[in-house]
């Protein structure tokens, strides 16, 4: 059986939306995404780090549309591991736990990976939406999930995708 490392945020929570609420409720200025295409989210939102490491930060994040069923799906044909580099923002953790087990409870904790970096992951497929994952996976295929931040990058061996609707299309047949 395959196994997939998928990234959490940006992958699988919506950070950017938290990211502009935040921007919003501390500026009272909502700033569109396509306002961050092609820029650092520490760029746009000047508080990025602040944010990061506000309570609820990452337990509240929105899920990513489709990514619960998909997601599923996957995990009955793939052995599917959830990566995130948690370590950067060590408060993030228990959010992180929690928020997986609410909205990805067919998971378990076994199938979740804290870490500092991803290239001690060990998989045949990746997803992520940052570059300085996926250049050094040493596995077969890397998904490049595109947000704002990437979203003018050229993708080099990557396979951009979308949605988690291009996930399905291309993982699951």
């Given at each position: 059986?395959?196994?997939?490392?998928?990234?959490?945020?940006g992958?699988?929570?919506?950070?950017?939306?938290?990211?502009?609420a935040?921007?919003?409720?501390e500026?009272?200025?909502e700033?569109?995404?396509?306002?961050?295409?092609g820029?650092?989210?520490?760029?746009?939102?000047i508080?990025?780090?602040?944010y990061?490491?506000?309570p609820g930060?990452?337990?509240?994040?929105p899920v990513?549309e489709h990514?619960q069923?998909?997601?599923?799906?996957?995990h009955?044909?793939?052995?599917?591991?959830?990566?995130?580099?948690?370590?950067e923002?060590p408060?993030?953790?228990?959010e992180k736990?929690?928020w997986l087990?609410?909205h990805?409870?067919?998971?378990?904790w076994?199938?979740?990976?804290f870490?500092?970096s991803?290239?001690?992951?060990?998989?045949d497929?990746?997803?992520?939406d940052?570059?300085?994952?996926l250049d050094?996976?040493s596995?077969?295929?890397?998904?490049?999930f595109?947000?704002?931040?990437?979203?003018l990058?050229?993708?080099?061996?990557?396979?951009r995708?979308?949605?988690?609707?291009?996930?399905?299309?291309?993982l699951?047949k």
């Amino acid at each position: 059986m395959k196994r997939i490392a998928v990234d959490m945020d940006g992958v699988l929570a919506d950070v950017y939306s938290q990211f502009i609420a935040m921007h919003a409720a501390e500026f009272g200025i909502e700033i569109p995404r396509d306002q961050a295409i092609g820029r650092p989210e520490a760029e746009v939102f000047i508080n990025e780090r602040k944010y990061v490491n506000a309570p609820g930060f990452f337990r509240n994040a929105p899920v990513m549309e489709h990514s619960q069923r998909i997601l599923q799906q996957l995990h009955q044909q793939y052995e599917v591991f959830i990566v995130s580099a948690a370590m950067e923002f060590p408060n993030s953790l228990s959010e992180k736990l929690s928020w997986l087990g609410e909205h990805f409870s067919f998971l378990n904790w076994k199938q979740f990976v804290f870490c500092g970096s991803k290239a001690i992951i060990k998989a045949d497929i990746m997803i992520d939406d940052y570059f300085k994952n996926l250049d050094h996976f040493s596995g077969e295929t890397t998904l490049l999930f595109t947000q704002p931040h990437n979203q003018l990058a050229v993708t080099g061996r990557h396979t951009r995708i979308q949605t988690w609707l291009d996930i399905e299309a291309l993982l699951l047949k």
